[in-house]
């Protein structure tokens, strides 16, 4: 973090005496991450749309692929990325509805349905044997693909993932307890700050010039997001698929996650036979953000006992 730091604040010096924008400082910013994580952005053209995604180049048996939560974006596991084996081939997507892939209001959001188009993308690359991690929303994902597709899986990652039958009561009762909810319609740096403080422990640290460009970005998909929200609450309960999975599983959590409370953990531990559970005693419902490091330790540790 620090040495990103120190890189980001001589990029702001150099941007500056080239007269250049907030803009053209933050998409350097960007690039610069994805670069210390070896990733590239690419894009892909499927019957449903585009898809948006980094990837490394290395030629491996061992693919990881990686699904944020909701809201969320690719550039999530830059970081995360960075701390992984530079071994291991690494894709990072844009789900549907989600950065820069597809945003059609058209487009069926369910969980389901999210499986099926993460299989096609996968498909298309010609990509089998994957170790799959999903955080939040994207753990409901790779559910729903593991229950589908299990020859496809060596090993399925959940981080504060929804999916047990607490899931949609825990949302319910974060809405009611804030009054609004705090996931949607964001669009003043108050409520940016709020959705930070909501989902993370110990958010990352965001420069103040890059504030009016993301949260300009975030209430532009304002629209989209609420319909992918009430979409996705349709399936919060995958309990009796939950109970059929058998590939090696790894459960990580945030044990200050306010979004999907620590107790979601013990449900998912128990009714996976195959399973390791990680309570990280500091983090909130995304440590992929907000440790990075260990939640690419724990995850590497876990995959090369496969």
Not at 154 to 171: E, N, P, Q, V
Not at 203 to 211: H, K, R, T
Not at 298 to 304: A, M, P, R, V
Request: charged fraction near 25%; include cysteine.
């Amino acid at each position: 973090m620090l040495k990103f730091l120190l890189n980001l604040f001589l990029l702001y010096i150099v941007i500056n005496l080239m007269g250049c924008s907030a803009q053209q400082l933050y998409t350097l910013a960007i690039d610069y991450e994805r670069s210390s994580a070896n990733l590239e952005i690419k894009s892909i053209e499927l019957d449903y749309g585009t898809i948006s995604y980094l990837e490394n180049n290395v030629k491996s048996d061992t693919t990881i692929v990686l699904l944020h939560g909701f809201g969320g974006d690719k550039d999530n596991w830059n970081r995360f990325s960075a701390e992984l084996d530079k071994n291991k081939h690494i894709i990072a997507l844009d789900l549907p509805g989600h950065g820069e892939s597809i945003s059609n209001k058209g487009l069926d959001y369910s969980i389901a349905h999210q499986s099926i188009m993460l299989d096609k993308f996968l498909v298309a690359k010609k990509i089998n044997n994957i170790h799959i991690v999903g955080n939040s929303m994207g753990g409901a994902i790779a559910i729903h693909y593991s229950d589908s597709y299990p020859q496809k899986i060596k090993s399925l990652t959940l981080i504060d993932a929804m999916g047990t039958i607490r899931s949609k009561s825990d949302l319910d009762s974060l809405v009611q307890k804030s009054g609004k909810n705090p996931l949607l319609n964001v669009c003043t740096e108050e409520e940016f700050d709020k959705l930070m403080h909501t989902g993370m422990q110990n958010p990352p640290y965001i420069p103040g010039i890059f504030m009016e460009i993301i949260v300009s970005k975030k209430c532009a998909r304002a629209d989209i997001e609420k319909i992918i929200y009430y979409e996705m609450l349709q399936e919060t309960d995958l309990s009796e698929m939950i109970k059929k999975i058998k590939i090696p599983t790894l459960i990580i959590w945030g044990k200050k996650d306010s979004i999907f409370h620590v107790a979601n953990a013990s449900l998912f531990y128990n009714a996976i036979k195959n399973s390791q559970l990680v309570v990280f005693e500091e983090s909130g419902h995304v440590p992929l953000l907000e440790e990075p490091s260990r939640t690419a330790q724990t995850i590497e540790k876990f995959i090369k006992k496969i």
